[in-house]
């Protein structure tokens, strides 16, 4: 019997799904499977895919000749994975191969090194062969070696070891083999942390709603815990049961959490068996992990968003540490939501889901006051500690009476207290550069982005102007381009202004600026947050990056320098982005021993969400939160879609967008609501034009078949169209 099989491949090809069948040659028809990577050809090139079905083959179908199958490669996804693509590729209207794409390892090989052994005896070698004779006798004793093991044990240098084995081998008495050696990744270690700790009553409340949806109804837990309750500890309890029962766990936390502290911390609760997967990774890094997790090896994954796609096959729990974090989101194609995929993957492989935060996102936080999840509360920090106080400071009273600077009096003055007391400071901004704007005084001129329609950000380090969404950069000007006035002026601070601020009020005090610009390089971030964790620096000054998950003990005083910049974002979000923020970053002070302090500088005292931050009303702002999306149809109470259009032509993509909307108006009016097209906030970017169009649903299967719809409509546009699920940006 002859067989055929559907391969997803990875081309750019018009027709939607991406999917063709070929036919199985004979000598590879008995070991084939499902998830088997495979070179197929394609337009007189050859291509690799993944086979998606397999059928035995009965008739001929079609008019034309079926090619075949060239090979099959080494590797393999596990079933589960494809399945879980199927339904990805439906809910997102994307081709199954771009999630496909996401499961599988990296294109390089294993990393493989020499080692040697002795295989004959018989030989003598001559003693004034000396290097060989030690060489040897070292040999002797241990099973293989390699060349540096060699070197290092015998005191020799390389290069007259690797002479005594080149010699040594010809005559026959050694022999030489390959090994495969894992690349390891993140090496640095801080001291550990293998402490016994007697969990508090209401974490052994949690683990045990979390064991009890483990082992019966596999609903989804979400803990809220405020910040620094233990969660970090519940979660290793948990997999511990996991693994008890013989299961796996993928653990997914933000980027930033993945310190050396956390690494280190899973490194000894999980020795041998823990694998990491973020965007740092080498390729080579991501190929050895890959294949750690899939030989069942690494039993327990730790990663950032794309390690929900890890190839597990036993899966048991999958865990999201402050699920409330947008950088679970893929922000491009294809734009799938971590947290979505998780729930489709739990369900199918039969594991049980658990969220975690100290700031749940309005939409989980809604689907646990309707029973959909279990909700576990940790309400109290960890020995006897308590959360730090944070008070509001209203700029505009600063402003009032004489004081320009980005420090509040109160800042400054608990700044110089905290340093006197020896205590560590964090300052946070959620802005990078020095100034966000450059403007002429007189003619009101500001210096913006050739390519796209946003201000430059001034960076003092190079004095240049930057745009920070295509990295376009030019000498910041003395003169003013227009006018020729020399009343150039910087407007709006950045984390790199806070930094030279600090060091003009405190010149003797070390600091430490992590932001995009500080950390680009593989492993600064780790290096940094080391640094800082054991006393390198007093004062850390950073963006975003700060906020999450970091456990400092000895941070006493934090100052969020604008609470304002998320609340001004045109987005329905902002309100509750601004409240997770200001709970976050407040929440990394006071862990230790002396109690925390927080200073909150906004221009808008009166706002809901700064006000509930600061008196820990978590309830009462999510109360208000839903019922303004309520009233304005918002997610959790609809779902959202959001429709892109980018071209260079402003004129086609009105036309095209309009022509959209028509058809979607006429098809699905019924079921949906429509905004647009209308630019974009960010109107041009790179030199494209971009606008959205909005679409609003109850029913989320009349979206899913839009997304599909839009796969159909997409075919020979003009313009380049995207569909985003459940957009977190809209911008
Ligand atoms: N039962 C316990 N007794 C004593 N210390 C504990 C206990 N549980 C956890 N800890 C310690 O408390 C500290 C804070 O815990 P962890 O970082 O997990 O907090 P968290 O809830 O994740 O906070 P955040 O949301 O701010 O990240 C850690 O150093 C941890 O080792
Ligand atoms: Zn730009």
Redesign the pocket.
Same mark, same amino acid.
Do not use: D, F, M, Y
């Given at each position: 019997m002859i067989k055929t099989c559907l391969v997803a491949v990875d081309v750019r090809h018009p027709k939607a799904k991406r999917e063709y069948t070929y036919l199985v040659p004979e000598d590879i028809a008995s070991s084939i499977n499902i998830g088997d990577l495979v070179c197929v050809p394609f337009n007189n090139i050859k291509v690799t895919g993944v086979v998606t079905e397999l059928f035995d083959f009965i008739e001929k179908t079609t008019d034309y000749e079926l090619k075949a199958v060239i090979s099959k490669e080494a590797i393999s996804l596990p079933m589960e994975l494809v399945d879980l693509s199927k339904l990805l590729a439906e809910y997102y209207g994307t081709p199954i191969v771009d999630f496909l794409k996401l499961m599988l390892p990296p294109k390089v090989s294993s990393k493989t090194e020499s080692v040697y052994s002795v295989c004959s005896t018989d030989k003598v070698i001559s003693s004034r062969a000396f290097n060989q004779k030690r060489v040897l006798e070292y040999l002797k004793n241990v099973e293989t070696a390699t060349v540096h093991d060699i070197s290092e044990n015998l005191k020799m240098p390389i290069a007259s070891v690797r002479s005594a084995l080149t010699a040594l081998t010809e005559k026959g008495v050694i022999k030489r083999d390959y090994r495969v050696v894992r690349r390891r990744p993140m090496v640095i270690t801080t001291n550990n942390i293998c402490e016994h700790? =007697?969990?508090?009553i209401e974490?052994q409340n949690a683990l045990t709603t979390i064991i009890k949806n483990f082992n019966d109804s596999k609903r989804t837990t979400l803990i809220y815990?405020v910040? &620094?309750? &233990?969660?970090?500890?519940v979660y290793i309890r948990a997999i511990e049961n996991v693994l008890k029962a013989g299961k796996k766990v993928i653990m997914l936390v933000p980027e930033i959490s993945l310190t050396p502290q956390m690494l280190s911390i899973f490194r000894s609760r999980f020795p041998g068996k823990t694998a990491v997967l973020h965007s740092k990774l080498s390729q080579g890094e991501r190929f050895d992990e890959w294949q750690r997790i899939y030989s069942g090896e690494a039993l327990v994954v730790l990663g950032a968003r794309s390690a929900i796609f890890a190839p597990i096959k036993d899966l048991g729990m999958i865990i999201i540490d402050?699920e409330h974090e947008s950088s679970y989101k893929n922000g491009e194609h294809p734009y799938y939501d971590a947290r979505t995929v998780a729930e489709f993957r739990a369900k199918k492989q039969n594991a049980s889901l658990v969220l975690g *935060?100290?700031t749940p996102s309005v939409e989980s936080f809604y689907k646990a006051a309707k029973q959909e999840y279990s909700l576990a509360k940790?309400t109290k920090r960890? *020995?006897g500690r308590s959360l730090p106080k944070l008070e509001i400071i209203d700029m505009r009273e600063e402003l009032k009476s004489g004081n320009r600077h980005i420090f509040s009096r109160k800042l400054l003055s608990g700044m110089k207290e905290t340093l006197e007391k020896h205590k560590q400071i964090i300052l946070f901004l959620n802005r990078r550069g020095h100034s966000t704007f450059v403007i002429c005084r007189d003619c009101g001129f500001v210096l913006k982005c050739k390519y796209c329609d946003i201000a430059l950000t001034y960076h003092f380090e190079d004095k240049s102007g930057k745009c920070h969404y295509c990295g376009y950069s030019i000498k910041a000007p003395d003169i003013c381009p227009k006018c020729k006035s020399r009343n150039i002026r910087y407007f709006g601070a950045g984390t790199e202004k806070v930094e030279q601020e600090v060091k003009r009020f405190f010149p003797k005090c070390r600091t430490i600026r992590i932001d995009s610009d500080s950390t680009s390089r593989k492993g600064s971030l780790e290096k940094m947050l080391l640094n800082f964790k054991r006393g390198g620096a007093q004062i850390l000054i950073g963006t975003q990056t700060v906020a999450k &998950?970091l =456990?400092f003990p000895d941070v006493a005083l934090v100052g969020i320098i604008s609470a304002d910049t998320a609340l001004n974002m045109p987005d329905f979000r902002s309100g509750e982005r601004t409240f997770q923020l200001i709970t976050q970053v407040a &929440?990394r002070s006071g862990?230790g021993d002396t109690p925390g302090m927080v200073y909150v500088q906004t221009y808008t005292p009166e706002s809901f969400a700064i006000r509930a931050a600061c008196n820990f009303d978590i309830s009462g702002f999510y109360q208000e939160e839903l019922k303004i999306r309520r009233e304005a149809l918002y997610p959790p109470f609809c779902h959202m879609l959001n429709i892109v259009f980018k071209s260079r032509y402003e004129d086609l993509i009105k036309k095209e967008a309009e022509e959209v909307r028509q058809i979607l108006y006429q098809k699905y009016n019924n079921d949906i609501e429509i905004y647009g097209p209308v630019p974009a906030p960010r109107s041009k970017i790179k030199d494209n034009y971009r606008y959205n169009i909005l679409l609003k649903s109850k029913q989320i299967q009349t979206l899913v078949n839009i997304c599909n719809h839009m796969q159909i409509l997409n075919n020979n546009r003009k313009v380049d169209m995207s569909w985003d699920m459940e957009p977190l940006d809209l911008l």
């Open positions: 700790i =007697n969990l508090t974490q815990g910040t &620094g309750s &233990g969660k970090t500890e402050e *935060s100290a940790l960890v *020995s &998950g =456990n &929440g862990r």
